[in-house]
């Protein structure tokens, strides 16, 4: 029953911005890590960036700097802010996150359906 809906993907050109939200919906008790990937088809999905349900966040190098990591608990929602795109941070976005649900004992690994951002001229 629960849920990571991604959104906010789109067109942009190089050095513009975007902004990627996930929402976390369903028989929620509790979420601790929520991550970014993107993915190239033909290519792994990597991992851009984390933070720790206390707030703490880390960056894969080529984003640092440009993207930021957040998130609103009260919500279940977390965000990524990307700037100064560049046409090689083209990929489907998932988000991923470690939630407890209510309906079950333990946590577990969630996984979005993926946005889609492209950034060229």
């Known amino acids: 029953q629960v849920q990571l809906v991604e959104s906010g993907g789109g067109l942009v050109q190089p050095g513009g911005s975007l902004r990627l939200s996930c929402a976390a919906s369903?028989?929620?008790?509790?979420?601790?890590?929520m991550r970014w990937y993107r993915q190239v088809l033909g290519n792994e999905r990597e991992l851009v960036a984390a933070?720790?349900?206390?707030?703490?966040?880390n960056y894969v190098d080529s984003v640092t700097g440009r993207f930021t990591i957040s998130r609103d608990n009260a919500k279940n929602t977390a965000f990524l802010q990307m700037n100064s795109l560049k046409p090689e941070d083209t990929a489907v976005y998932y988000c991923?996150?470690?939630?407890?649900?209510?309906?079950?004992?333990?946590?577990?690994?969630?996984w979005g359906q993926g946005t889609q951002v492209t950034v060229s001229s």
């Open positions: 369903g028989s929620i008790a509790g979420i601790g890590y």
């Open positions: 991923n996150a470690n939630i407890k649900s209510r309906r079950q004992i333990g946590w577990f690994d969630y």
């Open positions: 933070i720790t349900s206390g707030g703490a966040t």
